[in-house]
Structure formats: structure tokens, C-alpha cells
């Protein structure tokens, strides 16, 4: 497959035109959509914006949108023809080949295919007459027209070779419509493919769209196999993103156009199957910013622990173990033991440090001593630094900087479950966008819990194989965790919950209260033994099953003032669950906190 030629629409990013031109050409973009909007509220005449995209060396690929021109009644059909010439003489002025007409979606459209079909062949051939195509779309929220397949219909009974099909990747994913409804369309028939991702929502279809839009590999949608399905029918035109999302309202267009030229690069790997090997596998460690030697940093790790494992060669950083938990304790960064990085391991140390310059994804510098291990560090948009290793033992291996201690032993704690991290709203999309496009992991749906002074939000990301699990959280409202960001949970497993909390109640750790009636709704859901229950209730841990008959029983710490908690956890019967039942008990009591 050649390489896709790439485009946007003006729509898909904030401010005004003249900006938005400069800052898609900038990001490396081959052409562009004019959205009529951004243009009627320019000074520049069209003619000055198709020399301007010319000048940035853009092409203008399509003009859009004219709305509510089929299905109109016979007696209005003569204005919407007076508007199309007016409109369509402005595509001309601009240079674009393709106009983009939407599904009617007023009150008052007739539902008539006959009709539709005679308007349709009546502005192909006014179109035409301009040495224009029309690219006709279904909107999902059309009156009478919203699947690809009513649209198509409609293409084929205008019969007019400038009456051609546009596919919107949204537009047809968000009526649970799929690839295969493609199947039997012509690729030159095809006038234009438009790109957009988002969120698997159960909402008002218009309000999703407008909204909640969001660039390929943010979202869960299957834009890969449209887009696919597409180019297999012979398409051969621009690849062109149009979100709407209240993010890209208000971001910066640079961010906005670099976070899209890397959606469409990822886009680009999935359809050759040209994706590096940099799929982040395992959690390798935290690293906490605070000298090595801080007496009260020293006296928490202890009480939870964590014994001093090694010291790094060069740097005053030291290497702290709890059985398979490792934990990093970095003197050169400030912040008195607020987790700051988190290090990952993936089977390709080399191949994540290229795919990362090719994104542009802002890598840390770093000073390596002789023989140390490459460890790259890149910045994700939450500010979280991930360092990535190679797998234990081999090259590049991050233990290796380390003049470890072999007397301590491997009893203790399992490992890292999983790390939450907190990221403000309007970064959530960009943030699973790096660890799926860079580190190939891949996202959950997005999961909604009430807080007392607001609402979290959480999706989970794991890699196709290997036990990474990262959950990132919007929290929103007037409460104190709407402030926290970065790194805020630390998960580690175990294979006895009541005894590590026993024995971290015993250490001084301070451990989340659960109220009695909790256990007493436990008793209602799960009907469990008298004797569990009350072991449960003893050690006041949280519990739940799943349908398979997996377990979770888990405990939380009280936050520390950095904001962060610990969980301690122990799944049982192959649970792979986050015990989402008990949620809303945790925020209330770290709320009263």
C-alpha cells in the first residue's frame, strides 16, 4: 500500500483560519478540508485562502458541509439550488475538487426515495457544471437517511457520475454499522473518506458527535477496518480527519494537529501491519522523588516493606524491594517520595526510542554513564516520565545500573498490579493515545463512579500480552482528588491480603476505614460463609467476585499529602477485575480524609 495522503478539516482544530492553515501545514499535513464556518468568518476571499494553502503547500481537498439539499420539499427545492450555485462557485474559488453534502436532517424532509433520487441527479448535474463532485454523507442523525447503506442506495437511483458516496468513519461505526457494510461498493464511487475515533458511549448520537469525537487510536472504535475496507474497494483519495470534540475546541492547534498527524501514522501502521514491536509488557518499577537518605520517605517504604534492594553506580538514586515490587527512590528530582516515573519493560528498548522521535514524542535527557543502560525516558502528556527497559537479564536491563544486594530474598509482595494515574479532563484522550500508539497497549471502555464532590472517570490499558495494567482517572468536581495528577495509586499484589494487612496495621500504616455497613451490603450481594464474612470484616477488607467465580479482596492506605495511595490486593481464581463495586466506598472515605 502506497503511503496515505493525509488531511484534516479545519473544523478539527481551535482558532482562527489563517492559524489553523499555518499549523496543519506545519504538522506535515498534505492537505485540508475547509469547513464553510471557519470561511464565513474569515476576511480572507477564497481565492486568498486556496493561495494561501498553496503558498503553505496544501491542497484543499474538499469543501464542506451544504446541508438539507435532498428530501426537500418540491416547493423549497429552488432555493436549495440558488444556495448550492453560490456554494458551489466558492468550492471553485477555494480549488477544492469535492463538496460534501450531508442527510437531510430537518423535521420537515420528505421520505422519499424518488424525490431524493431526482434532487440528487439534478445537483450532480448543476455540480457539473462547476467541474465539481458532490460527496454525499449519511449523517447519523439524519432524518431519513443515516446508514452508509441508505446513502449508497441514494447514489446509486441519482445515477450521476458527479453524485458520489462519502464514507465518515464515525458516522458509520456509530450505528453499529461495521466494515463489511462496504461490501459491493466501487472505489471509484467513493468520493471521500473522512477519519474520526471516539469513546463507545450509549448516548444521543448527535450529542456523541459533537462532543466526544476523537483522532484514531484515542477512542475504541474500528476506524482501521473502515478505513481498510475502504481502500480495498479502490479508493484512492485523501485520508481526512474531522473531529468534534469539546477538547479540540479549546486546546492549542499545534497540539491538536500533531496529536492528529500521529493518529494518522498509527492508522497508517495498523493497515500495513507495519507496527514496531514496542509493546510495553510488564511493569518494571516507580521511582519516588526524594534523596536516598530522607529519614521519613525511608520510614514509610520500611513500614510497607520495602527493603533497600541496591545503589545505583553513578547517581544518588537507590533501588528498593518488596518481594517482586521494586521501587526507585531518586535523589536528583524534588517532591519529598511523590511517585514521579514509572519504568516499563518491553522486548525492544531501541525500537520504542525510534517510534518516539517519529512521533515526536518529548524524550528526557538524560546522563548515561559508561556501560548504563540506555533506559530512554519519554514525557507523557500527564507529565508522568516513562522510562522503558529491556526484559531481566538481558542488555539494557535497568537492574544492571545497580550494585544490588544478593542477601535479600525473594519473599514479599507479587509484584506492581497496576498504577493509576490521574490526568486532568481534557488530557484523557491525548494520554491513551501514548500508551496506545507509542507503547501498544489497548484501551477498556471508559467506566463512570460517583464521587461525593464530583465524579471519576477511568479507562484501563493493557498490552496484548504480559501483565501491565495502567488505569487512567479524570476526576471532576470541587474535591480534593480533582487536584491530585500524575502518579496517584500504587497497586501491588500479594498472596495473603489478611495477613499483609494485618501485618501493615502492625507496622503503623495508616489503612483506609470501611464502614460496618459495607459488610453488611457484602452479605446481601454475595451471600458469602458467616466465617469469611467475618474475616473480611476483622481485617476490613473490601471484596468482590466475578461470574467465573474469581476473587478480589483489597485494602487501601490513607492517602499520603503528596496526594497518592497504596492498595494491596490478592486475586483469586484468575479475578482480573479492580474491584469497581467498591469504588465508591474508597472515594468517600479518602473524600473524609
Given at each position: 500500500m502506497s503511503a496515505l495522503r493525509k488531511g484534516i478539516a479545519t473544523v478539527s482544530l481551535s482558532g482562527l483560519l489563517p492559524e489553523k492553515l499555518a499549523t496543519i501545514a506545519a504538522a506535515g499535513f498534505d492537505g485540508v478540508e475547509i469547513f464553510d464556518n471557519d470561511l464565513i468568518a474569515s476576511p480572507l476571499h477564497p481565492s486568498e485562502v486556496a493561495a494561501r494553502c498553496a503558498d503553505l503547500g496544501l491542497t484543499v481537498d474538499l469543501f464542506q458541509p451544504v446541508r438539507d439539499v435532498e428530501g426537500v420539499p418540491p416547493e423549497g427545492f429552488r432555493r436549495v439550488l440558488h444556495r448550492l450555485e453560490r456554494k458551489f462557485e466558492i468550492a471553485q474559488q477555494l480549488g477544492a475538487p469535492v463538496v460534501l453534502a450531508c442527510s437531510n436532517v430537518s423535521p420537515d424532509a420528505v421520505d422519499g426515495p424518488a424525490l431524493r433520487a431526482a434532487q440528487l441527479h439534478r445537483i450532480g448535474e448543476l455540480a457539473q457544471e462547476h467541474g465539481?463532485?458532490?460527496?454525499?454523507?449519511?449523517?447519523?442523525?439524519?432524518?431519513?437517511?443515516?446508514?452508509?447503506?441508505?446513502?449508497?442506495?441514494?447514489?446509486?437511483?441519482?445515477?450521476?457520475?458527479?453524485?458520489t458516496l462519502a464514507v465518515d468513519t464515525f458516522h458509520l461505526l456509530a450505528r453499529g454499522d461495521d466494515a463489511a457494510a462496504l461490501d459491493g461498493i466501487p472505489g471509484d464511487r467513493i468520493g471521500f473518506l473522512q477519519v474520526a475515533d471516539a469513546p463507545m458511549l450509549d448516548m444521543n448520537v448527535l450529542e456523541w458527535s459533537r462532543h466526544f469525537r476523537c483522532f484514531p487510536g484515542q477512542g475504541t472504535l474500528d476506524v482501521a477496518g473502515v478505513v481498510a475496507a475502504t481502500l480495498a474497494a479502490g479508493y484512492a483519495?485523501?485520508?481526512?480527519?474531522?473531529?468534534?470534540?469539546?477538547?479540540?475546541?479549546?486546546?492549542?492547534?499545534?497540539?491538536?494537529?500533531?496529536?492528529?498527524?500521529?493518529?494518522?501514522?498509527?492508522?497508517?501502521?495498523?493497515?500495513?501491519?507495519?507496527?514496531?514491536?514496542?509493546?510495553?509488557?510488564?511493569?518494571?518499577?516507580?521511582?519516588?522523588?526524594?534523596?536516598?537518605?530522607?529519614?521519613?520517605?525511608?520510614?514509610?517504604?520500611?513500614?510497607?516493606?520495602?527493603?533497600?534492594?541496591?545503589?545505583?553506580?553513578?547517581?544518588?538514586?537507590?533501588?528498593?524491594?518488596?518481594?517482586?515490587?521494586?521501587?526507585?527512590?531518586?535523589?536528583?528530582?524534588?517532591?519529598?517520595?511523590?511517585?514521579?516515573?514509572?519504568?516499563?519493560?518491553?522486548?525492544?528498548?531501541?525500537?520504542?526510542?525510534?517510534?518516539?522521535?517519529?512521533?515526536?514524542?518529548?524524550?528526557?535527557?538524560?546522563?548515561?554513564?559508561a556501560d548504563e543502560s540506555a533506559l530512554p525516558g519519554i514525557t507523557a502528556p500527564s507529565g508522568v516520565h516513562v522510562f522503558v527497559s529491556a526484559p531481566a537479564g538481558a542488555p539494557d536491563d535497568w537492574r544492571s545500573d545497580f550494585r544490588a544486594d544478593t542477601s535479600l530474598g525473594d519473599s514479599g509482595w507479587l509484584g506492581l498490579d497496576h498504577v493509576g494515574i490521574t490526568v486532568p479532563p481534557d488530557r484523557?484522550?491525548?494520554?491513551?493515545?501514548?500508551?496506545?500508539?507509542?507503547?501498544?497497549?489497548?484501551?477498556?471502555?471508559?467506566?463512570?463512579?460517583?464521587?461525593?464532590?464530583?465524579?471519576?472517570?477511568?479507562?484501563?490499558?493493557?498490552?496484548?500480552?504480559?501483565?501491565?495494567?495502567?488505569?487512567?482517572?479524570?476526576?471532576?468536581?470541587?474535591?480534593?482528588?480533582?487536584?491530585?495528577?500524575?502518579?496517584?495509586?500504587?497497586?501491588?499484589?500479594?498472596?495473603?491480603?489478611?495477613?499483609?494487612v494485618g501485618r501493615l496495621r502492625a507496622a503503623g500504616v495508616a489503612l483506609m476505614p470501611v464502614p460496618d455497613n459495607y459488610y453488611d451490603d457484602l452479605d446481601a450481594a454475595f451471600d458469602l460463609d458467616p466465617q469469611f464474612l467475618g474475616l473480611l470484616?476483622?481485617?476490613?477488607?473490601?471484596?468482590?467476585?466475578?461470574?467465573?467465580?474469581?476473587?478480589?479482596?483489597?485494602?487501601?492506605?490513607?492517602?499520603?499529602?503528596?496526594?497518592?495511595?497504596?492498595?494491596?490486593?490478592?486475586?483469586?481464581?484468575?479475578?482480573?477485575?479492580?474491584?469497581?463495586?467498591?469504588?465508591?466506598?474508597?472515594?468517600?472515605?479518602?473524600?473524609?480524609?
Open positions: 465539481l463532485v458532490v460527496a454525499y454523507e449519511a449523517l447519523a442523525w439524519g432524518r431519513h437517511v443515516n446508514r452508509v447503506w441508505q446513502s449508497w442506495t441514494a447514489v446509486q437511483d441519482a445515477d450521476h457520475l458527479a453524485v483519495g485523501p485520508v481526512s480527519l474531522e473531529v468534534f470534540s469539546d477538547v479540540v475546541r479549546q486546546a492549542p492547534p499545534t497540539v491538536t494537529a500533531r496529536d492528529a498527524m500521529r493518529s494518522l501514522l498509527f492508522l497508517e501502521d495498523q493497515l500495513t501491519g507495519a507496527l514496531p514491536a514496542v509493546a510495553a509488557q510488564e511493569a518494571a518499577f516507580v521511582e519516588l522523588a526524594a534523596p536516598p537518605d530522607d529519614p521519613q520517605v525511608k520510614g514509610t517504604l520500611e513500614a510497607l516493606g520495602f527493603r533497600l534492594a541496591g545503589v545505583h553506580r553513578t547517581k544518588p538514586v537507590t533501588w528498593w524491594r518488596n518481594g517482586g515490587a521494586s521501587l526507585v527512590l531518586n535523589g536528583q528530582e524534588t517532591g519529598h517520595g511523590r511517585p514521579q516515573a514509572l519504568g516499563l519493560v518491553a522486548p525492544s528498548v531501541a525500537a520504542v526510542q525510534t517510534r518516539a522521535a517519529a512521533l515526536d514524542w518529548p524524550q528526557l535527557q538524560r546522563t548515561r554513564g484523557l484522550d491525548e494520554e491513551t493515545a501514548f500508551y496506545r500508539i507509542l507503547l501498544g497497549l489497548r484501551p477498556g471502555s471508559l467506566q463512570e463512579f460517583i464521587q461525593p464532590h464530583g465524579r471519576l472517570q477511568s479507562r484501563t490499558l493493557r498490552p496484548a500480552s504480559g501483565g501491565l495494567r495502567i488505569v487512567l482517572n479524570v476526576s471532576q468536581g470541587d474535591g480534593a482528588s480533582a487536584g491530585a495528577r500524575g502518579i496517584t495509586q500504587l497497586a501491588f499484589g500479594c498472596a495473603d491480603a489478611a495477613r499483609e470484616r476483622d481485617h476490613r477488607l473490601l471484596y468482590d467476585a466475578d461470574a467465573r467465580g474469581g476473587e478480589l479482596l483489597h485494602a487501601y492506605t490513607m492517602p499520603c499529602e503528596d496526594g497518592f495511595f497504596v492498595e494491596i490486593l490478592e486475586r483469586r481464581g484468575g479475578y482480573d477485575g479492580y474491584g469497581a463495586r467498591n469504588t465508591h466506598v474508597r472515594l468517600a472515605a479518602q473524600a473524609a480524609a
